[in-house]
């Protein structure tokens, strides 16, 4: 069945530390996005990438990297200038937007908390 | 700007009573707009969408959607609710003047009550 995949589903971080969230997708899928959900908030976007090799800032980019060198996978870097990282975090790919107004597809999510 | 406002953050409703829950947007093009579905520790599903076709959508699990550009509304209704609508459900608003970016709005938390 045609997916997206996140993982680990838990992940603790260290002070200073720098942790990655493994993100997958095997829809063919050119577009794809890393969201951040914090309770009583909707969901706020981090960066996203159209094509591979491009990515775009959103709304929350700062402690955040990414990178986008292959079509099937987007991992999100949270590095140690995100002072305060926990939250559930969202991926999600689409059929390439610029021309569509297609659905965002999820996976099930990679819950961040400090240790 | 496209913004999405959910008017209620909580509704509960009794086992095989209707749903109805509340989304208003504003966009300055025609925006394409979605529903979506989240049960806990889970990733979004989605509902239905709406994108420029008939006003009236049905999506999955009974649910259905009434565009209504007048109003700027897109309310989220189901004739009888069951145990395992009990999520979160979000309403999104896009449109091609932003790339197709997505905006949620904050989420209203369904409980049925047996």
């Known amino acids: 069945d045609g997916g997206i995949t996140q993982s680990p589903k838990y992940l603790f971080r260290k002070e200073g530390q720098n942790v990655t969230l493994s993100c997958e997708q095997n829809?063919?899928?050119?577009?794809m996005y890393w969201y951040r959900q914090d309770p009583g908030q909707g969901l706020r976007l981090i960066y996203y990438?159209?094509?591979?090799?491009?990515?775009q800032k959103g709304d929350i980019a700062e402690g955040y990297s990414v990178s986008r060198e292959k079509k099937e996978s987007f991992p999100l870097t949270v590095t140690s200038a995100q002072k305060n990282p926990t939250a559930f975090y969202l991926c999600?790919?689409?059929?390439?937007?610029?021309?569509?107004?297609?659905?965002?597809?999820f996976g099930d999510g990679t819950r961040l908390s400090i240790l | 700007a496209q913004s999405v406002t959910q008017l209620d953050s909580h509704v509960s409703v009794s086992e095989g009573t209707p749903v109805l829950l509340r989304c208003n947007y504003s966009s300055s093009y025609s925006p394409s707009l979605f529903w979506y579905v989240q049960h806990p520790n889970k990733g979004l599903q989605l509902l239905l969408k709406y994108t420029s076709a008939a006003t009236l959508v049905k999506g999955i699990n009974g649910f259905e959607a009434e565009f209504k550009k007048s109003e700027t509304s897109f309310h989220l209704t189901k004739p009888s609710a069951h145990m395992s609508d009990a999520a979160e459900y979000f309403c999104?608003?896009?449109?091609?003047?932003?790339?197709?970016?997505?905006?949620f709005g904050t989420g209203t938390s369904l409980t049925v009550i047996p």
């Open positions: 999600a790919s689409s059929i390439r937007p610029v021309y569509s107004n297609q659905p965002q597809h």
């Open positions: 829809l063919n899928h050119d577009a």
């Open positions: 999104v608003v896009s449109s091609p003047n932003t790339g197709n970016q997505f905006y």
């Open positions: 990438s159209q094509i591979v090799n491009d990515f």
